[in-house]
């Protein structure tokens, strides 16, 4: 069975940085596309952030210089580092896998993400 | 503001029909593939169509996609109260600002 675990969510001051990390079992992180999508609250979902399996990434406009994606292969865990943060990066953040380029099948329960002084 | 578009809302009666609409351009879904999602609430997402109009396993086939030009659309037959929830459509988008976009969701209302 595919799960994605996330953690690493938290009370953050603006201008701060947190790592958020999703920890996979059931597949392999570095054989899939793999993606950061967040929801601040009461809103939609925003894409953040993908890498792919040969270890392409891209980012939203929203978060490039700002955001990192990684993962790491003996873990198979998936991090997203996130520095000089602001209040409009307050979401969950899910890690999800890539069905297709365009799709996403499994997701994970989500991280809250805070940031306020 | 999304880059796709879709109704705040829908809603219907148990047992009918419902179709959500989700709009773009020629960028984003005029010349890609795009995938529906359920999100119940409080949960994270679950796929529900991809590449148009697939559905992945497990997926009744209550649920149907379509896509023509700018534009795709999500079916729901035979409502049932468990399908309330926000639904959200989403694609690639190839203009400056490259990447995976989401219309703003549709929040379903089965009366």
């Known amino acids: 069975e595919v799960q994605l675990v996330e953690s690493g969510g938290g009370l953050i001051q603006p201008g701060g940085s947190l790592r958020l990390s999703c920890a996979a079992s059931g597949f392999t992180v570095s054989s899939n596309y793999m993606s950061w999508v967040r929801q601040a609250p009461g809103k939609g979902l925003e894409w953040v952030s993908v890498i792919y399996s040969g270890g392409s990434t891209y980012y939203a406009d929203s978060v490039k210089g700002r955001f990192t994606i990684s993962r790491d292969n003996s873990k198979n865990t998936l991090y997203l580092q996130m520095n000089s943060l602001r209040a409009e990066d307050t979401a969950v953040y899910y890690c999800?896998?890539?069905?297709?380029?365009?799709?996403?099948?499994?997701w994970g329960q989500g991280t809250l993400v805070t940031v306020s002084s | 503001q999304s880059v796709l578009t879709q109704p705040p809302s829908v809603s219907a009666a148990p047992g009918q029909k419902v179709t959500i609409s989700c709009s773009g351009s020629s960028s984003n879904i005029g010349n890609n593939y795009v995938s529906w999602y359920q999100q119940l609430p409080g949960t994270a997402p679950k796929l529900l169509i991809y590449d148009n109009n697939k559905r992945p396993s497990g997926i009744p086939d209550r649920f149907s996609g379509s896509k023509s030009g700018t534009s795709a659309t999500l079916g729901i037959t035979g409502l049932q109260t468990g399908d309330e929830a926000d639904y959200y459509c989403?694609?690639?988008?190839?203009?400056?600002?490259?990447?995976?976009?989401f219309g703003g969701g549709t929040k379903l209302t089965v009366l």
């Open positions: 999800a896998s890539q069905y297709t380029v365009t799709s996403f099948d499994y």
């Open positions: 989403g694609t690639w988008d190839s203009s400056l600002s490259a990447g995976l976009v």
